[in-house]
């Protein structure tokens, strides 16, 4: 099955720094990524869509300027949280739809701020 | 409400044993139905999609329900392996067609 990976895995960082999370489809090009965050013992949360090219749309709740997406190629999508801090902790998943519809899910990436 | 609702669990049961999920969903213009599973600490993977007319893969059977607004999945036969969280997700339509989850269900099989 088509495969999408994300950089980096795991992610430790200090209070006040921001962390980039790539997403990328390996073998697809992907119109529309989604990126999820999930919390401990709960459900995967949508934050936002993307389309390549174009500015993403994000779910209500979720601070636009906080959470930068970036979906500049058919085969990748960034997620920038900045200045993070602990609240923002979490394990978040991207989903990559190619063009028949299915959506695959990256392995997601740890997040641990201190 | 939730968008997507599910018992949290968790359910314990014995090898051998037959479970079922069940999970409702609040937009009745919902359009397409699917079960995850999740391991600890992975990404979720598509177990398989929902359809009207009820469909089974092996151990597993899927039905939906329009009129009501559930999804199931039951789970014959369990396997120590079968032990994970099951996700039910919901798409809504529209062009983006995003999955909206519900919070699982924790499912240990024992020995």
């Known amino acids: 099955g088509a495969v999408v990976s994300q950089h980096p895995s795991w992610v430790i960082c200090k209070s006040g720094t921001s962390v980039k999370i790539e997403c990328r489809s390996l073998?697809?090009?992907?119109?529309?990524m989604f990126w999820y965050r999930q919390f401990p013992k709960q459900s995967l949360m949508l934050m936002a869509t993307?389309?390549?090219?174009?500015?993403?749309?994000?779910e209500q709740g979720v601070e636009k300027d906080k959470f930068l997406i970036n979906h500049a190629s058919l085969t990748l999508s960034t997620l920038t949280v900045t200045s993070a801090h602990p609240e923002d902790s979490s394990f978040y998943i991207c989903?990559?739809?190619?063009?028949?519809?299915?959506?695959?899910f990256g392995p997601g990436t740890r997040l641990l701020v201190l | 409400r939730k968008e997507v609702e599910q018992d949290p669990g968790p359910f314990n049961v014995p090898e051998g044993a037959t479970v079922a999920f069940n999970c409702t969903y609040s937009?009745?213009?919902?359009?397409?139905f699917f079960w995850y599973r999740q391991d600890c600490r992975k990404e979720p993977k598509l177990l398989m999609s929902?359809?009207?007319s009820g469909n089974e893969d092996g151990r597993f059977t899927a039905q939906l329900n329009r009129a009501s607004q559930y999804i199931s999945l039951l789970i014959r036969d369990s396997k120590l392996s079968d032990s994970a969280t099951y996700l039910c997700?919901?798409?809504?339509?529209?062009?983006?067609?995003?999955?909206?989850f519900g919070s699982g269900t924790q499912l240990t099989v024992l020995p």
């Open positions: 989903s990559a739809r190619e063009l028949a519809g299915t959506k695959y």
């Open positions: 073998d697809f090009q992907a119109t529309t």
């Open positions: 929902v359809y009207s």
């Open positions: 997700a919901v798409n809504k339509g529209g062009s983006a067609r995003q999955l909206t």
């Open positions: 937009n009745s213009a919902s359009q397409s």
């Open positions: 993307s389309n390549e090219g174009s500015k993403a749309t994000y």
